[in-house]
């Protein structure tokens, strides 16, 4: 499985965009990029998968250059309720269809007034 | 919408006592995971199973920790005896397998323990 890199930690202001970007050297050809949100003593929640390009839905949008070495989680006009810790996860099905989700030490997102 | 259910919430148990979590995943899901996630840190996998089959348990302390999934539905995670150092969440998930653009696992709300 690939590892993952991501920054320990980042600031923001209500109402700006906040780019997340992963790092992921080793990427296989099948795996694909989710992206994870967890809040305090709570589990994570999905937020968003993709394999190439760019993905968008309700939440965030995912951007995935050609070579898939790394990913960028996109929150637009980001609010208080958005501080949270952000993780990236790359990884594939196996042959009996099963999902490896190995978790890196994410990404805590601070969201100031 | 379906959730998956974990209990109990909180957990505090003495050092050398045995502890049980249980594990209820969204019906129908056969993947079932179980995760212990130390404060500051990110999730780290115990156990994997496919319906009642341990697709991978290479991260669990084996001497101490114990899971099971009989019918293949439920889930139990058991540690005898608990140490200090097992003070964490306790994060249950589930997914549906062989949806191969779903990389969507569900996780429940977690047991904290805490050990004394």
């Known amino acids: 499985l690939a590892k993952t890199t991501q920054p320990i930690s980042m600031d923001s202001y209500e109402g700006q965009e906040v780019n997340i970007t992963c790092s992921h050297n080793?990427?296989?050809?099948?795996?694909?990029i989710t992206w994870y949100q967890q809040f305090p003593s709570q589990g994570p929640r999905f937020i968003i998968q993709?394999?190439?390009t760019k993905v968008t839905n309700e939440v965030a949008s995912l951007f995935i250059p050609a070579d898939r070495k790394s990913s960028t989680l996109s929150l637009p006009r980001v609010s208080l309720s958005d501080t949270a810790v952000y993780y990236c996860?790359?990884?594939?099905?196996?042959?009996?269809?099963?999902?490896?989700?190995?978790f890196g030490t994410g990404t805590r997102l601070k969201v100031l007034a | 919408e379906a959730e998956v259910a974990q209990s109990p919430r909180y957990k505090i148990t003495e050092k050398s006592q045995a502890v049980a979590f249980w594990c209820d995943p969204i019906?129908?899901?056969?993947?079932l995971y179980w995760y212990r996630q130390i404060l500051g840190q990110g999730p780290e996998l115990l156990v994997q199973f496919q319906d009642e089959s341990v697709v991978d348990d290479s991260q669990l302390p084996k001497d101490r920790f114990s899971a099971e999934r009989l019918k293949g539905v439920d889930s139990t995670l058991k540690i005898q005896p608990a140490e200090l150092g097992d003070s964490a969440m306790y994060l249950c998930?589930?997914?549906?397998?062989?949806?191969?653009?779903?990389?969507?696992?569900?996780f429940g709300q977690g047991t904290r323990l805490t050990v004394v």
């Open positions: 996860l790359v990884g594939d099905l196996d042959t009996s269809g099963t999902y490896k989700y190995i």
């Open positions: 080793n990427i296989a050809t099948n795996d694909y």
């Open positions: 993709g394999y190439k």
């Open positions: 998930a589930s997914n549906h397998p062989g949806r191969t653009k779903n990389t969507e696992a569900f």
């Open positions: 019906s129908g899901h056969a993947t």
